[in-house]
T-cell receptor, first 116, second 109 residues
Framework: EPEVTQTPSHQVTQMGQEVILRCVPISNHLYFYWYRQILGQKVEFLVSFYNNEISEKSEIFDDQFSVERPDGSNFTLKIRSTKLEDSAMYFC??????????????FGAGSRLTVL | GQNIDQPTEMTATEGAIVQINCTYQTSGFNGLFWYQQHAGEAPTFLSYNVLDGLEEKGRFSSFLSRSKGYSYLLLKELQMKDSASYLCAVMDSNYQLIWGAGTKLIIKP
């Protein structure tokens, strides 16, 4: 079964450092997403991406964050100058059709970011 | 504002039936999803409802009433592996998923 692949599975970084989280979405999917989940809290939407540009972003997704699709397979989330409160599990997801109600997201296993 | 409410935690016995409720208030409605999330893992898709009524899929069923802004997930013949968090999510008029905080289901032998 096709899956979304995320690397690294766990990253520990110092406050103020830059982090890049990588994702390989399912190959025939056109819509890509980043979500985060702080330990014990709800899943929070960060950003959606379609046709090589951001289609939606949340209030969380400020200038500290950026996304990129550097080639035909990877989808990255960059977090500049990390803060303690950025510690969370970051999930990448992809879907076939982001404009359909039956838009089933397939999630990657997540990248756990710990900021010290 | 947009809001999804579901109980924080529920406990049930192996072999029994449990119903997890979800109420929502969103700007528009394009369907309601239930996802299962085991601790430390990614959410996985369980069900999708867009029309009123019951959708059955094996041991799991999901019900929707759009007029009441209400859904439930029904799990039958509970197994220990069903211990997980169950996330209710609604797709709003902008096709954005609004997530509930999840219901942690604890199964006891």
């Amino acid at each position: 079964e096709p899956e979304v692949t995320q690397t690294p599975s766990h990253q520990v970084t110092q406050m103020g450092q830059e982090v890049i989280l990588r994702c390989v979405p399912i190959s025939n999917h056109l819509y890509f997403y980043w979500y985060r989940q702080i330990l014990g809290q709800k899943v929070e939407f960060l950003v959606s991406f379609y046709n090589n540009e951001i289609s939606e972003k949340s209030e969380i997704f400020d200038d500290q964050f950026s996304v990129e699709r550097p080639d035909g397979s990877n989808f990255t989330l960059k977090i500049r100058s990390t803060k303690l409160e950025d510690s969370a599990m970051y999930f990448c997801a992809s879907s076939e059709d982001g404009t359909s109600g039956a838009n089933v997201l397939t999630f990657g296993a997540g990248s756990r970011l710990t900021v010290l | 504002g947009q809001n999804i409410d579901q109980p924080t935690e529920m406990t049930a016995t192996e072999g029994a039936i449990v119903q997890i409720n979800c109420t929502y208030q969103t700007s528009g409605f394009n369907g309601l999803f239930w996802y299962q999330q085991h601790a430390g893992e990614a959410p996985t898709f369980l069900s999708y409802n867009v029309l009123d009524g019951l959708e059955e899929k094996g041991r799991f069923s999901s019900f929707l009433s759009r007029s009441k802004g209400y859904s439930y997930l029904l799990l039958k013949e509970l197994q220990m592996k069903d211990s997980a968090s169950y996330l209710c999510a609604v797709m709003d008029s902008n096709y954005q998923l609004i997530w509930g905080a999840g219901t942690k289901l604890i199964i006891k032998p």
